[in-house]
């Protein structure tokens, strides 16, 4: 497992959040870091990563800082309501955004601001949560894509597989004992060079979505051993919310 040393100056937000959030990630979960050298050691990218748990965002970290990086996150506009969370969060170079709303065209733009500085983006292509009953990637959304073509950056597709057994889709509560393995492996960057450079149309940025996709599935058969369904779960065909606990609309619906 190669770990690279973070050169760029953290900050105080992001060096208070290593020092509160790192021992308790060591203590709970072993890793097994792949390929994190993959990972561009500078320059503006986009890491495109599978989403099966509350708690990945803070492992995802955990891997790309110990490869050289700070990752910049599009986080879900509602964290940033409270004064205090909201400043740390900003002082930690994280972007806001409001999903389901026009107001993420500012959140697409902020990304494409911090790729085009030189900083690592991180997206969760499927926007939330996978809804795939066997936590596979689902159908992804098109901001990833988007903001490479706009800048040309490279995509590196990221897997990951074990934090689901810390935190559970949706669950209010961690399983912390016996210790959790957590494995990520990164990807060589997404093939987009044929299609930068003509006009950004919905076909190609949901062609350039595809690509992403498959390249995040492809990773996270490796790391399980399996293979991944050959159609890509799509919560829009299957009658679920696109955000939010679906669990909890099924209970509604069931008049509980």
Known sequence: ?????????????????????????????????????????????????????????????????????????????????????????????????????????????????AVRAGECVVVYPEGTITRDPGLWPMRGKTGAARIALETGCPVIPVAHWGVQDILAPYAKKPDLLPRKNVTYKAGDPVALDDLRGQPVTAQLTHQATDRIMDAIAALLEDIRGEKAPEKRWDPRTSGESEIGNPHRKQKKGRGR
């Not at 400043?87 to 990304?111: E, T």
Request: charged residues 20%.
């Open 1 to 113: 497992m190669t770990v690279r040393k973070l050169d760029q100056p953290r900050g105080w937000a992001f060096t208070l959040g290593v020092i509160v959030l790192k021992p308790p990630l060591l203590a709970v979960s072993s890793r097994t870091w792949i390929d994190g050298d993959k990972i561009p050691a500078t320059g503006g990218c986009v890491l495109a990563v599978n989403h099966i748990s509350h708690a990945d965002p803070l492992t995802t970290a955990h891997f790309v800082y110990d490869h050289g990086r700070m990752p910049r996150y599009l986080a879900k506009s509602g964290l940033f309501g409270n004064k205090a969370l909201g400043g740390f969060l900003r002082s930690a170079g994280q972007i806001p955004v409001k999903r389901m709303s026009a107001d993420a065209v500012g959140a697409y733009s902020a990304a494409v601001e």
